[in-house]
């Protein structure tokens, strides 16, 4: 699980690696390309479906229930068997669940939480100055990537 970390440690870091490796000019490349990736992340104003699953304009999506017993009945339609129920609601959170960048954020009566119970102003979303930096700079407690979130960053 990776931690989300501020630029100054990042690039920190990097220059730890750049500076204990012999072919340095060809890793000095990559490790700019890296910190450049990171920045970039670390501007992006921030968005409700980057901390919970939601639709395209950016509601948030309930996990679909699905109740099997109802929903799975098996029907034979041209020679195959298929389910009749619509999945299309379930696939769509499943999507969206893959593209949330922080763990362990959720909504409770319409407003975002972190553990602990720490409110986020939600009506700030889409600002350019409230950005992921902000948020870091901000937050009560590490706040972890999820998988996705780490390989848009740059450090996964």
Same mark, same amino acid.
């Given at each position: 699980?990776?931690? $989300?970390?501020?630029? =100054?440690?990042? %690039? /920190?870091?990097?220059? =730890? $690696?750049? =500076?204990?490796? /012999?072919?340095? &000019?060809?890793?000095?490349? #990559? ?15 921030? =968005? ?11 509601? @948030? ?18 020679? +195959?068997? &298929? ?6 609601? /379930? ?16 909504? +409770? +009566?319409? /407003? !975002?939480?972190?553990?602990?119970? %720490?409110? @986020?102003? #939600?009506? !700030? ?10 948020? !870091? ?20």
């Amino acid at each position: 699980m990776s931690k $989300l970390i501020s630029m =100054t440690d990042y %690039v /920190e870091n990097a220059w =730890t $690696l750049v =500076t204990s490796v /012999e072919n340095a &000019c060809e890793h000095n490349s #990559t490790q700019l390309r890296a910190i450049v990736k990171y920045a970039k992340f670390l501007i992006q104003p921030l =968005t409700l479906g980057m901390f919970v699953p939601c639709d395209d304009d950016g509601n @948030f999506l309930k996990e679909p229930k699905v109740d099997t017993s109802i929903c799975c009945d098996a029907v034979l339609q041209n020679g +195959h068997w &298929c389910c009749s129920c619509d999945r299309s609601s /379930e696939g769509k959170y499943q999507h969206a669940k893959t593209v949330v960048l922080f763990e362990g954020f959720y909504i +409770h +009566h319409g /407003e !975002l939480y972190y553990p602990n119970q %720490v409110h @986020f102003e #939600t009506a !700030l979303f889409g600002q350019d100055w409230f950005n992921i930096e902000h948020l !870091l700079q901000n937050a009560y407690q590490p706040i972890k990537l999820t998988d996705y979130g780490a390989i848009c960053a740059g450090i996964k």
